[in-house]
């Protein structure tokens, strides 16, 4: 449909707005909100009389959460659905950088997804295997990792860069794959591990999208970035599109998701989020920002690394439950205590994040 409307331009002058990135992703915004808006309710319905007893709750947890029993989970199905008919409509899909950030996106969607089924036909936490779940990863991000690399320019395409300092490249070679890889894994777990509360993922998640958004667009300008003093990466402004669609779908779902929770995200939409936002940091070359950016979600993980670790070495634990979330609600937090206190300083982070842009 883009490509029609632009072709249509020189005939109608109107039709020439269709060329500015920064149209279609207010454009992909509205659309995935209203896809979702509007598919919602139905989806929850379904997925409520499909799954039964809903997603099943830990035994350890905090006892306010018992009471959420029965709610349906899988939602990301309803993000899903909002980020790609929202992005196959006005992004320029001629964009490899689009069409891999997308399949990575569908690619850890399907595990997620899967992982759900297992946990809710068997009414268990255990779901996917671990190490199977994690090679599949690994393949994915792997493959998209090679993929951004051959889209650039060499050497620069498998180099790490650094915030502050922009003159500071480090070549991998080819050992950027696995170091990428490694990142979109990452990603993908560690929002998945966050999302354990009503509406705690899906905000830090919209703001780590418009910090990339902004940062996409920035990288993919060359005016701006040689302004900005940052790296010029051609093409990736067009994932600004991509992100305008995850913000717009993500305010979606929190209308449903908002306490008391009408459905969970899950695995299916965690795990496909989180490997979003590490595959479009590694195309535009903000790995590492994307650690300050998304600092949430890293203090989450190393929380469950740090308790699994120092369990198995000393037989005694850490924080009271992990992920870390949880600890806070066991020291006697209210859910919307911390789910808000948490916005705060994702808030922050992602305003941390941003001001290396201009800090070089």
Do not use: C
Not at 136 to 147: K, N, Y
Not at 273 to 285: D, P, Q, R
Request: proline share 3%; net charge positive.
């Amino acid at each position: 449909m883009l490509t029609l409307l632009v072709a249509f331009s020189d005939q109608v002058s109107v039709f020439n707005i269709f060329r500015y990135i920064t149209f279609r992703t207010g454009g992909a915004l509205i659309t995935s909100a209203l896809i979702v808006f509007i598919f919602g309710p139905s989806v929850i319905s379904s997925l409520r009389i499909r799954q039964g007893k809903g997603q099943p709750i830990r035994a350890d947890g905090p006892q306010t959460h018992f009471k959420k029993a029965g709610t349906p989970t899988m939602g990301g199905l309803m993000i899903l659905s909002g980020i790609i008919g929202s992005s196959l409509l006005w992004t320029n899909l001629s964009s490899v950088y689009v069409w891999v950030v997308l399949l990575v996106t569908l690619g850890f969607g399907a595990i997620g997804f899967y992982d759900d089924y297992l946990k809710v036909t068997k009414q268990t936490h255990k779901g996917f295997s671990g190490k199977a779940r994690l090679a599949i990863e690994f393949v994915i991000a792997g493959i998209a990792a090679w993929v951004i690399m051959d889209a650039g320019q060499e050497p620069f395409s498998s180099s790490l860069t650094f915030p502050f300092i922009k003159d500071l490249i480090i070549n991998l070679g080819w050992f950027f794959v696995p170091f990428a890889a490694f990142v979109v894994v990452g990603a993908g777990n560690a929002v998945n591990l966050t999302d354990g509360l009503d509406g705690l993922a899906i905000v830090p998640i919209m703001i780590a999208a418009a910090s990339f958004g902004i940062i996409a667009y920035l990288s993919g300008n060359a005016v701006f970035a040689e302004y900005l003093q940052i790296h010029f990466v051609p093409g990736t402004g067009e994932l600004a599109v991509v992100l305008g669609a995850v913000i717009g779908a993500g305010l979606g779902f929190l209308w449903f998701n908002a306490p008391p929770a009408a459905i969970f995200m899950g695995d299916t939409g965690s795990l496909a989020m989180g490997g979003l936002i590490g595959t479009i940091a590694v195309a535009t070359k903000h790995e590492i920002v994307m650690a300050i950016i998304g600092g949430l979600f890293v203090v989450e993980a190393l929380s469950v690394i740090i308790q699994v670790g120092y369990f198995k070495i000393t037989g005694k634990r850490v924080f009271l439950m992990a992920p870390i979330h949880h600890h806070f609600e066991k020291l006697g937090w209210t859910e919307s205590q911390v789910v808000i206190r948490f916005w705060i300083v994702a808030v922050m982070l992602a305003l941390v994040g941003l001001s290396t842009l201009k800090l070089r």
